[in-house]
């Protein structure tokens, strides 16, 4: 079995004394049944976790709206501490972090979930990359269309999702612009669907870890 080496010992026993859980190198197989580290087993009866639950929850911490807004100038110079989890909190946020996770490696979406669609006659090729707002669908956060040139569009497309930051770039427009002058193919304009529904649905489950983390506090 594989040692991970990138925990320092001493913390892992520190967060494992916090939660009173067991830490071990790797969860169980998905062919093995083990109901203590089922995913069906309520977070209360949980006994261990494993280096992918801390990846998860470090992976929704770095999502917090509120942890962002707290940490944003060290965020560009240096990594902030990440807090130490809480027992209350730590399987609500495990399970949030792993939705973004597997949301930004485009997994688990299937044709039917999207929502955009891509219209106009064309030849296809990405020129300059607009968003153009529709005003009857401002309310509640609002969608529009975005060119790729003058006939052709993507159409639905969330403005939450084409402003979304990842780092110190918009994937939503970045993609597009690095495309400039290449015609997209069905796969191309597949993918940008798919980049649009993970980019909306993380701003979604961002704001329910600063929910989770709300609650705990009891503000």
Not at 103 to 129: A, R, Y
Not at 178 to 198: E, S
Request: hydrophobic share 35%; aromatic share 12%.
């Amino acid at each position: 079995m594989e040692s991970f080496t990138n925990f320092n010992p001493e913390i892992i026993k520190e967060i494992s004394d916090k939660l009173g859980l067991e830490f071990v190198a790797e969860k169980e197989p998905e062919g093995n049944v083990c109901l203590a580290n089922s995913s069906e087993v309520r977070d209360e009866y949980k006994t261990s976790f494993a280096p992918i639950d801390l990846l998860d929850y470090i992976y929704a911490v770095l999502h917090s709206p509120d942890y962002r807004e707290t940490y944003k100038e060290f965020l560009k110079i240096d990594f902030p501490r990440v807090p130490y989890p809480k027992p209350e909190t730590f399987w609500q946020l495990v399970k949030l972090g792993s939705e973004i996770r597997h949301l930004h490696l485009l997994e688990g979406i299937s044709n039917k979930d999207l929502t955009t669609k891509f219209s106009g006659k064309g030849d296809n090729t990405v020129e300059k990359p607009v968003f153009v707002p529709m005003p009857e669908a401002l309310e509640g956060g609002g969608s529009g269309k975005v060119f790729i040139n003058p006939t052709q569009y993507f159409e639905n497309i969330p403005e939450t999702a084409w402003n979304f930051h990842i780092g110190g770039y918009q994937p939503a427009q970045k993609w597009l612009k690095d495309r400039k002058g290449r015609t997209l193919d069905f796969q191309d304009v597949l993918h940008y669907q798919k980049m649009i529904y993970a980019m909306a649905h993380t701003a979604r489950l961002m704001r329910k870890i600063d929910e989770v983390a709300s609650a705990a506090s009891g503000s």
